[in-house]
Nanobody, 115 residues
């Protein structure tokens, strides 16, 4: 059974940092492309960042220069380092695994940026 479990969310002040983790099991992690999406209240789910099995990365314009996606194939885990957080980054963050499109999703972790 494939499982993706996000952690690391929470409440942070504007300008702060968080590191999200997504631990996976039940899949051959190093052959999958991995990604982070987010969904804010009343908005559609949107891509934040993704990383191919080869390590190539892609970011939404809104997070470029502030967020960094990385993966540890030995630990079957993908990370999202989020710096200089803004209130508009508040959302539920989901990780996914797939190939040309996401196949598996985690349950999400809440990130709230507020003073």
């Amino acid at each position: 059974q494939v499982q993706l479990v996000e952690s690391g969310g929470g409440l942070v002040q504007p300008g702060g940092s968080l590191r999200l983790s997504c631990a996976t099991s039940g899949l051959i992690f190093n052959i999958y492309n991995m990604g982070w999406y987010r969904q804010a209240p009343g908005k559609q789910r949107e891509l934040v960042a993704d990383i191919t099995r080869g390590g190539n990365t892609n970011y939404a314009d809104s997070v470029k220069g502030r967020f960094t996606i990385s993966r540890d194939n030995a630990a079957n885990t993908v990370y999202l380092q989020m710096n200089i957080l803004k209130p508009e980054d508040t959302a539920i963050y989901y990780c996914n695994a797939g190939f040309s499109k996401p196949l598996y999703w985690g349950q999400g972790t809440q990130v709230t940026v507020s003073s």
